[in-house]
């Protein structure tokens, strides 16, 4: 695993430029993400939206963008559609959600017939570069998926150990978190974990390595597992932590983030390309690794 995210934007400059779709892109923040990691980046872009205004903001930022990279499109919703044609089509490796709300994308981005879906769930991926640890670490799911089922965990699992296969991360080791390691009735997620890494040692879910249920303390450190007797291959060397439900993987996202001094970088995957899916209110870092980091796995 990469320790940090420079080394995984380093590890672009050896590879072809990727085409970043963005959807709805008439709007200044996005179009500031977009330009300032075409200049870092080995990266092309298509920008569907609304022309006029695409062209007028990129002059306000003092970019000349060539008129062959905008596919217009009279509003949000068209603006969505024509982008996941392009993605369908072959014309772009990753897709970037700009001024359109989530709901709007994913509609065609989902839909059987003309979408990019893949053959399971779609999911959130986190990955955190934190201080305190000596590599990047992700967690899923976060952002997309309340309360997932079993079935849904093994697909936001499967959805991660792609990704990072993608990333060039062979046999990643996961945590299927929980609070205690005793497996309980009473605590669904203690149930899915036993099963899920159960599952793993049956090559199941692909090249990964699966302990659960596992507590935060025991995947991360090595002295609280000596003092609990617990032996394992995933204790002080985590890559991926699979969050019991969207609340356990959101607070840890970020407490780590606001306490912890995390940056973090993410995408929706499980869809035929990692889909760029970042707020407004993000920082502009955050919009740059994450663009980073789904170009990496794009295509």
């Not at 060539?66 to 024509?82: G, L, M, Q, S, Y």
């Not at 897709?95 to 989530?102: A, Y």
């Not at 974990?193 to 090595?222: I, T, W």
């Amino acid at each position: 695993m990469y320790k940090n995210f420079k080394e995984l934007r380093d590890s672009l400059s050896a590879t072809e430029p990727k085409t970043l779709v963005v959807a709805a892109a008439h709007d200044e923040h996005t179009l500031e993400a977009v330009f300032s990691a075409a200049e870092t980046l080995p990266m092309k872009y298509i920008l569907v939206g609304e022309r006029d205004k695409i062209l007028e903001i990129s002059k306000k930022l003092g970019k000349d963008v060539p008129e062959d990279v905008i596919v217009d499109a009279k509003d949000n919703h068209e603006a969505a559609v024509k982008s996941v044609e392009l993605i369908r089509n072959g014309k772009g490796n990753v897709l970037m959600k700009g001024i359109v709300d989530t709901g709007v994308l994913l509609k065609p981005v989902l839909d059987r017939e003309t979408g990019i879906r893949g053959s399971g769930t779609m999911s959130h991926v986190a990955v955190l570069e934190v201080p305190a640890y000596h590599k990047l670490v992700a967690i899923t799911d976060a952002a997309m998926l309340p309360h997932p089922t079993f079935e849904q965990k093994v697909d936001i699992l499967k959805n991660a150990v792609e990704f990072f296969s993608k990333l060039g991360i062979k046999k990643p080791k996961i945590s299927a978190l929980a609070a205690v390691e005793t497996v309980s009735e009473k605590m669904p997620e203690t149930v899915h974990a036993q099963k899920l890494m159960e599952m793993c040692k049956n090559g199941e879910l692909g090249d990964c390595h699966v302990e659960g249920p596992l507590s935060f303390d025991l995947s991360v450190s090595e002295e609280t597992a000596k003092i609990k007797k617990y032996s394992g291959t995933v204790t002080g060397d985590v890559d991926i932590f699979l969050a019991p439900e969207i609340t356990a993987g959101n607070v840890l996202t970020k407490g780590l983030m606001y306490w912890g001094g995390a940056k973090m970088a993410g995408g929706v995957v499980g869809a035929k390309v990692p889909i760029v899916l970042v707020s407004r209110g993000s920082s502009a870092e955050e919009k740059l690794l994450s663009i980073a980091l789904c170009l990496k796995a794009g295509g």
